[in-house]
């Protein structure tokens, strides 16, 4: 497996710039479903998430051209998609569910294997389930498998008992060509949510209210085809910053809404770091003095973002002071918690709470990610540390952070990445 080998302890100096949003390109590509008109997406990031929906889309029928330098993909699913992409693909990434609502609006039937739990919970659907249902959705679940199917979605109004990114995303996509109109109350108000409305209202939706918890899609008969730019990842923006804050450098990060990331800036400049907006859309970050430890609370936006927990952890853990990171969205978040004691930090954890005594340091150590956010936690404590790291699995990595590796050694950061050994091909007896 893939390895990254980090030499720690070097301040980080420099600009640095986020790509766009993974979490906003999933759902955006997984809309086009919708239409039967070409439809073109920039500030696409090339990670494995990206070209795994790909795939999904292009299993259903669907014409995908993706262009990584230019970061641009093509889609036209002109014919109507087909209705069950490969369960293997749906089972290797969570988001392939968010076909589910395209495919409902688009095809009146779909059959996905259910995204199973993974590093970080349960991850159950049936919020998303509820929704479609009072739309006017049935669904029938055997083996692992739903099978969806409707004569025709109607527009309802629907509360979500939780405020899930997905359960809105499938209603929202869903709801643009249901009879009628469909009211979403207690809806998630992420900034990629709102990516997602702009994409559908320009290819001829009618949503109102995105970013609000109370979203309105007027239905309309279809949609058509539209060019449309990614908003820039939010989460690999305060990655990025918190690198800077953790080596004790200064760096500026480009291409990134500070607006989207008001909760981490509060939170680093309450941790002693200096926080500064240079530009629109460029943040500067210093550290001077020791950090200060501070309490954490994750919430769904606009709160502080479970995605920037794990990372924020490793900065507190050589921070002065204890302090309470309560991890209140997902049940089973705390899985870079062992990885970084074994660096030396100091974490209790007790149920939804870990405590952390901030460390002078963290020493280098082998270490292994779990799952996506786990493995930037990783990165960080890795270049704060003394000495040398070693993190294997780190293919998580690139589910989410395209050349990060690349982007941080341009700031100064030693970081060897050890491809993965092909296995020697089996001699066979002559
Ligand atoms: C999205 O996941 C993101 N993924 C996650 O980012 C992010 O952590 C999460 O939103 C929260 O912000 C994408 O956008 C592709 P949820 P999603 O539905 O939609 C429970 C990353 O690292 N729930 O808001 O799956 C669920 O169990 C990833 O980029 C139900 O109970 O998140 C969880 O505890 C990780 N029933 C909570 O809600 C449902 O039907 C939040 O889940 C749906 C969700």
């Not at 899930?164 to 996509?173: P, R, W």
Request: glycine fraction near 10%; proline fraction near 6%; hydrophobic fraction near 45%.
């Amino acid at each position: 497996m893939d390895k990254l080998l980090i030499q720690g302890g070097i301040p980080l100096r420099g600009r640095v710039k986020a790509r766009g949003s993974k979490n906003a390109s999933l759902p955006i590509i997984a809309a086009a479903l919708i239409s039967a008109e070409p439809l073109v997406i920039e500030g696409v990031p090339d990670l494995l998430d990206v070209r795994t929906m790909i795939a999904v889309l292009e299993s259903l029928g669907a014409a995908v051209s993706y262009s990584p330098e230019q970061e641009l993909v093509r889609i036209a699913a002109t014919k109507p998609p087909g209705l069950e992409p490969p369960p293997c693909l749906v089972r290797q990434m969570r988001a392939s569910f968010l076909v589910l609502g395209p495919l409902l609006a688009r095809n009146g039937k779909a059959r996905l294997s259910l995204p199973g739990g993974c590093a970080i919970g349960t991850r159950p659907v049936d919020l998303h389930l509820k929704g479609l249902t009072a739309m006017g959705a049935r669904f029938t679940m055997d083996n692992g498998y739903i099978e969806g199917e409707t004569r025709g979605l109607e527009g309802a109004r629907i509360y979500l008992d939780y405020p899930s990114v997905g359960a809105t995303e499938n209603i929202l996509m869903a709801a643009t060509l249901a009879r009628g109109t469909t009211v979403l109350e207690n809806a998630a108000t992420e900034p990629e949510i709102v990516d997602l409305a702009n994409f559908l209202n320009s290819m001829g939706a009618r949503v109102s209210g995105a970013g609000t918890t109370t979203i309105r899609i007027e239905g309309v008969v279809e949609l058509g085809g539209a060019r449309y730019n990614v908003i820039p990842d939010r989460i690999e923006a305060g990655t990025l910053l918190l690198a800077g804050a953790i080596t004790g450098g200064d760096i500026t990060v480009e291409n990134v809404l500070p607006d989207h990331l008001k909760s981490l800036l509060a939170k680093m400049k309450e941790a002693g770091a200096t926080v500064e907006e240079v530009a629109p859309s460029a943040i500067r970050v210093r550290r001077c003095g020791q950090l200060v430890g501070v309490d954490l609370k994750t919430l769904p936006y606009p709160g502080f973002p479970t995605d920037l927990q794990p990372q924020f952890m490793a900065m507190l853990a050589i921070s002065r002071g204890t302090s309470m990171v309560t991890e209140t969205v997902f049940e089973n978040r705390f899985r870079h918690v062992a990885p970084l004691l074994s660096m030396g930090a100091q974490i209790q954890v007790e149920g939804h709470h870990a405590i952390v005594q901030g460390r002078r340091y963290l020493t280098g150590a082998p270490v292994s990610a779990s799952d996506l956010r786990a493995a930037a936690a990783l990165l960080l404590a890795a270049l704060a540390a003394r000495g040398v790291t070693e993190i294997s699995e780190v293919v998580h990595l690139w589910r989410g952070y395209s050349g990060i590796e690349e982007r941080l050694k341009s700031v100064g950061a030693r970081i060897q990445h050890l491809k993965r050994e092909p296995y020697p091909s089996l001699q066979t007896g002559g």
